[in-house]
C-alpha cells in the first residue's frame, strides 16, 4: 500500500509540476503574442497613414504647388487687396477649386475670389477655424479634415499654405 501511496504522491506533484509549467509557458506565450500582434497592428496603420498621404500627395498634387505658389507671390510682394482678390479669381477659374481666399493674420482680413472679401466678424473669424490654426501650428502647407463650407454648406477641404 505504500507504493501505490509514494507512487501516488510522485505522480500529483509531476501533475502539478505541470499543471504550474504548463500555464506559466501559456502566460509567456499570450504576452509575446499581445505584444507582437500590438506592434503588427502599429506597423500597419503607420503604412495605411503614409499611403494616404501619398494619395493626397499625388491626387491634389497640383492644387499643392498652386496654393503654395500663391502664397510665395503673396509673400513676396505688398499687393493691394483688390489686387490679391483678381489674382484669386484668376486662379479659381484656371483651376478646380470652388473658392479661393487668403486670410491675414496681423488684422483677421480675409479676402476672398467671390469678392466676399470682410474683416472678421462675430458669426465668422478666420483666425478661429482649424484649417487657420494648423497652418499656423505647423507652419507648412496642410490639406484640412473635410468640413462643411460656411459659404456654401457642402463638404470641403482646404488646402492651406503659410505666407512669409
Do not use: C
Not at 40 to 58: A, C, F, G, H
Not at 61 to 88: F, H, M, Q
Amino acid at each position: 500500500m505504500k507504493r501505490k501511496s509514494i507512487a501516488g504522491k510522485v505522480s500529483f506533484g509531476v501533475s502539478l509540476l505541470f499543471i504550474i509549467l504548463l500555464a506559466i509557458l501559456s502566460y509567456i506565450n499570450y504576452s509575446d503574442s499581445k505584444a507582437n500582434t500590438t506592434e503588427l497592428l502599429v506597423n500597419e496603420r503607420e503604412k495605411v497613414t503614409q499611403l494616404d498621404e501619398s494619395l493626397l500627395k499625388t491626387q491634389f498634387g497640383d492644387d499643392i504647388n498652386t496654393v503654395e505658389s500663391l502664397a510665395k507671390l503673396l509673400g513676396s510682394s505688398n499687393y493691394s487687396n483688390e489686387e490679391v482678390e483678381k489674382t484669386l479669381k484668376v486662379i479659381e477659374n484656371s483651376s478646380g477649386f470652388d473658392l479661393m481666399f487668403v486670410g491675414y493674420q496681423n488684422n483677421g482680413m480675409m479676402i476672398r475670389s467671390n469678392g466676399n472679401s470682410h474683416l472678421p466678424t462675430d458669426k465668422y473669424v478666420p483666425r478661429k477655424r482649424s484649417w487657420y490654426q494648423e497652418v499656423i501650428k505647423e507652419n507648412k502647407t496642410i490639406i484640412s479634415e473635410p468640413y462643411i463650407s460656411t459659404t456654401g454648406q457642402k463638404l470641403s477641404i482646404t488646402i492651406a499654405a503659410p505666407i512669409y
